[in-house]
């Protein structure tokens, strides 16, 4: 499985005036699409952040690349997997997924990782999911994932794309987006991106939530540690009956020891809401002080910044002997993504919750997978027996996202510039906000 080529392809795909904490997504996410072929003709690929970084961090290893065995590859490039720091500064309280140079390593190594098991995977004619260590699920569970936005489809001048689900900036609106999202994919649990109105406001939201959808479905609030922390434990106390039965805070407020903080008062108060985190623990390094503090009980993976599949499968272990939970976080992609997602999460026998997606935000135009979009049904994603991840690029659509990306100015994410450039002109992100 000599490698003779490696392809990397950025592109840029709508996306809609989703906010958070952050602020507000540019009118086109980015995304690099990886292909690595052998000598036998065999292509894997992977997907993964997009703009200008991500792309020349793999581009730097071209020459390790080029001649080399697909699976010894991955040996040889162990040294990536740990990143460039490994404390509190890998966090991802102050920097949005991709944006932080200090995990640059890890997430390189993850896309080359998918890639690589992916050409293995089609020349052995096996599943990805079953190369990893074999699958213990034959689909995967996901969440609807709300945001508050303005109006808008994303895109820009001729390339705008339809508003979907309308501007969301209320409470009654986040209820029609989300009676919209779950008829369309039957997702049974949801997750709210919270840290964008006044927390009032958003507990407001998560109740008429719950008061429509009732206790089967599991609610999440997500602010982006937004919140101080007596906010958080406002908060915490006005929905400890939402945010039971399944339900998290999701990084309220920022750092470890203030969640530590949170997760024992609330708990003296007889409320067992977890605190879950995809910003507060981003690697392993941040597991034996997280252990020794209870400050997160459930963590949200990410195959992308997590140095890959199989580091994803080793922090489910972990979770698993100190008892805790494990979710998938989730940034805007397409649906090579969304398959490399749903293999790692089918071989990780503690996945404990529903997965994140932006999926459902994503237009159909932008698609470049080979038969269109990957279904979502009744809230689930297949895994199906064929070879790799199951799924090859359509490569007309690959060169229109291609085009779009030259067309386009963005180069990287930044989402204080949108905010500053649509919503208020000395808009600053501040944490704590509330």
């Known amino acids: 499985m000599q490698i003779k080529d490696l392809r990397i392809h950025s592109i840029a795909m709508a996306d809609p005036p989703l906010r958070s904490s952050y602020g507000l997504h540019q009118p086109y996410a980015l995304r690099n699409i990886v292909e690595i072929e052998s000598v036998d003709g065999i292509t894997g690929i992977a997907e993964t952040y997009g703009g200008e970084n991500p792309r020349a961090a793999l581009e730097k290893l071209r020459e390790q ?4 065995d697909a699976l010894r590859l991955l040996g040889d490039l162990q040294p990536l997997v740990h990143g460039e720091g490994g404390g509190s500064e890998r966090s991802q309280v102050n920097l949005v997924p991709g944006e932080n140079p200090l995990d640059t390593s890890a997430r390189t190594y993850a ?4 890639a690589c098991l992916d050409l293995v995977g089609k020349s052995v004619g096996k599943p990805v999911c079953d190369l990893i260590g074999g699958r213990v699920r034959e689909k995967v569970s996901f969440s609807a994932y709300l945001f508050y936005k303005h109006a808008g489809g994303g895109g820009e001048g001729e390339d705008a794309r339809k508003d979907e689900y309308g501007e969301c900036l209320t409470p009654e609106s986040m209820v029609r987006q989300t009676q919209q999202m779950v008829q369309q994919y039957g ?5 709210l991106k919270a840290g964008v109105l006044d927390p009032d406001q958003e507990i407001e939201t998560i109740r008429q939530l719950r008061q429509e959808f009732g206790s089967d479905f599991p609610l999440r609030i997500d602010p982006n540690s937004a919140w101080k922390l007596e906010t958080s434990l ?3 106390r006005a929905l400890k009956e939402e945010l039971s039965n399944g ?6 407020c920022a750092g470890l020891d203030n969640l530590a903080t949170l997760r024992q008062q609330l708990l003296s108060e007889g409320i067992d809401t977890p605190n879950a985190s995809n910003v507060a623990i981003t690697s392993f390094a941040h597991l ?23 580091q994803v499968q080793h922090l489910g272990k972990i979770c698993q002997v100190f008892d805790m939970g494990l979710s998938m976080h989730s940034n805007s992609h397409l649906g090579v993504s969304l398959m490399a997602m749903s293999h790692v999460a089918a071989a990780t026998p503690h996945l404990t919750y529903d997965c994140d997606t932006h999926y459902p935000w994503q237009s159909a135009e932008d698609e470049i997978v080979e038969g ?9 994603v297949e895994v199906t027996d064929k070879p790799g991840l199951g799924v090859t690029l ?3 659509q690959l060169a229109r996202g291609r085009e779009r990306y030259e067309k386009c100015p963005y180069r990287k994410r930044d989402d204080t510039a949108e905010m500053r450039k649509y919503v208020d002109p000395n808009w600053e992100r501040i944490l704590p906000r509330w």
């Open 65 to 68: 690349i080029l001649g080399a």
């Open 394 to 396: 359509d490569h007309d």
């Open 234 to 236: 406002e908060v915490g």
């Open 187 to 191: 997702f049974k649990s949801i997750k």
């Open 372 to 380: 269109g979009r990957i279904p979502i049904v009744d809230g689930f």
């Open 247 to 252: 339900g998290y805070l999701e990084d309220p």
């Open 111 to 114: 896309a080359i990782e998918t």
């Open 288 to 310: 034996p002080e997280n252990v020794r503090k209870d400050a997160v009980q459930v963590i949200l993976c990410d195959h992308h910044y997590w140095s890959g599949m199989r």
